[in-house]
């Protein structure tokens, strides 16, 4: 969906470095997501965000953390980036009470 | 803890087959529920999805699922599959005492042989 933004796309990087994902939408929603997608583990939810003020903890958080700098931002760290969290990395939002998610192209992340 | 089961992995078919992709879920309450697809190198895009009222849900390119209660089930269908139609398709699941958050199955690869 065009409406939401990863950046990078495609990111390599080493062992114990620190990185940022980050995440932004035109959608207007006030929850944003982030999950991981391994092979055959499906997607599975790091941190989500219901407002500015409002973090979260997923299924998988340790090892992450997030920031939510506004309503169109969510920004994801990985503080000392370690092999297993080689994935792709989905950014989604979504509001209301009959909620549908909407999801991001995604960020390819290797750790060597 | 919820949980999500697409038990077909990998599935093969020849044009012109019928679909049909299982998912099964364990919360008893109430549930939203959703197809996701994800073309190669693409997004997660939305097929269909179901709130309430009928159970049998149409979505976008000739997909329908039918939620059956007593089955704990969602399974997508589709009469007539075409090439086009390989990827790999999720099914997702939301509960409300879940704090809203998706839960989703570990995915059903779908390769369509022209």
């Known amino acids: 969906d065009a409406d939401v933004t990863q950046t990078p796309r495609n990111r390599i990087t080493k062992t114990g470095k620190r990185i940022m994902l980050e995440c932004s939408q035109t959608k207007g929603h006030d929850r944003m997501y982030w999950y991981r997608q391994d092979p055959g583990l499906g997607l599975r939810l790091i941190y989500y965000s219901f407002d500015v003020k409002d973090i979260n903890k997923g299924e998988i958080s340790d090892g992450y953390s997030v920031s939510r700098q506004a309503q169109a931002k969510f920004s994801l760290s990985l503080e000392s980036a370690i092999p297993n969290q080689t994935a792709l990395y989905f950014c989604?939002?979504?509001?209301?009470?009959?909620?549908?998610?909407?999801f991001g192209p995604g960020t390819r992340l290797l750790v060597l | 803890a919820q949980s999500v089961s697409q038990h077909n992995h990998h599935v093969i078919l020849s044009e012109a087959a019928s679909l049909e992709l299982g998912c099964n879920y364990s919360?008893?309450?109430?549930?939203?529920l959703f197809w996701y697809v994800q073309y190669p190198g693409q997004h997660l895009q939305l097929l269909l999805k179901?709130?309430?009222?009928?159970?049998l849900v149409k979505g976008i390119k000739g997909f329908e699922a039918e939620f059956i209660k007593s089955k704990f089930s969602f399974n997508l269908r589709k009469p007539s599959v075409q090439w086009s139609d390989t990827a790999e398709y999720f099914c997702a699941v939301r509960n409300s005492g879940s704090a809203r958050q998706l839960t989703f199955g570990s995915g059903t690869q779908l390769t369509v042989l022209p």
């Open positions: 179901y709130f309430s009222g009928d159970p």
């Open positions: 919360y008893g309450g109430t549930v939203n």
């Open positions: 989604a939002t979504g509001t209301g009470s009959r909620e549908t998610q909407y």
